[in-house]
């Protein structure tokens, strides 16, 4: 009788464990789609039909879709696609959106069109930017329309980036020298005698190359807090563009990365050399045949 009620027993409880576990099941599946379609509508990588993309530009509520609709219009570009040139009245408006991160990506976008006046007078526009990545971007993406109007702010990618302090008062940072940044990282906080607190954030990818102001410090707006030097890829590209768009004056700034002690990666040094000797070809006066 006892052995048959444990049966019945053990019955009932694996029963109520399958029912139990049902419930669960279904909220893990839940859970996983829920995450798949979450990436799957936030990657860049897919395709968008003209219709999204008209509909993702215009939605700013989502910056991701606008940049994931900006980087289909780029692609389409690189591709010969006129139809893209249905939103370029939108493009346009976009460069002098508040928003850095839509600057900064149709700055990139407008270099695939180096037909376009609008595109080209947009980017002499942006060379202005109160951002620094947007005022890189605009200099490299005129390159690809001959000119040379952003030389300087591709010789200030290979000089470090002094950052300022945005309003007065005490400073608190943790950071060191040598730290790696991504766009964003926070920098330091600087608390004012009212005890409003403001973040300065990096407005660049890059490491920490020099503290210039010590924790605790009182610091005035404008005055210098510390100094970024730039991410390979970014030097790498303003080598490049260097090649193109150099004078004879900077070619002592590109042959720093041929210095042992400055620990540039290979690319880097191989790079700064081809931009040097293509800088020289194209400075150095030819001699008149006889």
Same mark, same amino acid.
């Given at each position: ?22 419930p669960i099941l279904i909220l893990a599946v ?30 700013? =509520?989502? @910056? ?10 780029? /692609? ?20 002098? %959106? ?15 069109? %180096? ?5 080209? =007078? ?43 302090? @945005? ?39 890059? =490491? ?9 410090? /009182? ?27 150099? /004078?004879?004056?900077?070619? @002592? ?17 191989? /790079? ?11 400075t150095t006066p030819t001699s008149p045949a006889?």
């Open positions: 009788m006892s052995e048959n009620l444990n049966k019945a027993g053990l019955t009932m409880a694996s029963g109520t464990r399958v029912r139990a576990s049902g839940l859970f996983v789609v829920a995450v798949f379609l979450s990436w799957y509508f936030t990657w860049f990588g897919r395709s968008l039909s003209e219709s999204d993309i008209s509909e993702y530009l215009n939605d700013e =509520k989502h @910056p991701r879709h606008v940049q994931h609709a900006l980087l289909q219009i780029q /692609q389409r570009l690189e591709k010969g696609d006129a139809g893209a040139r249905q939103w370029y009245p939108r493009i346009l408006s976009l460069a002098k %959106n508040p928003e850095t991160e839509f600057r900064l990506t149709v700055a990139w976008l407008m270099g695939s069109d %180096n037909r376009s006046d609008e595109f080209h =007078k947009a980017l002499t526009d942006l060379l202005r930017d109160s951002e620094p990545i947007v005022r890189r971007n605009a200099a490299l993406a005129l390159l690809r329309f001959n000119d040379p109007a952003g030389r300087q702010e591709l010789l200030g990618i290979l000089n470090p980036y002094t950052v300022p302090a @945005p309003k007065d008062g005490v400073v608190a940072s943790t950071l060191q020298p040598g730290s790696s940044l991504t766009r964003g990282t926070l920098l330091a906080r600087i608390q004012n005698t009212h005890g409003t607190i403001v973040e300065v954030r990096s407005p660049l990818p890059g =490491k920490i190359e020099k503290a210039l102001v010590s924790s605790g410090a /009182q610091v005035a707006a404008g005055d210098p807090l510390l100094t970024i030097s730039s991410d390979d890829e970014s030097i790498w590209e303003a080598l490049r563009g260097l090649a193109i768009a150099g /004078q004879a004056a900077d070619i @002592p700034t590109v042959e720093r990365f041929l210095d042992r002690e400055l620990q540039a990666s290979d690319r880097l040094r191989e /790079q700064a050399a081809l931009t040097a000797k293509a800088i020289v070809a194209r006889r």
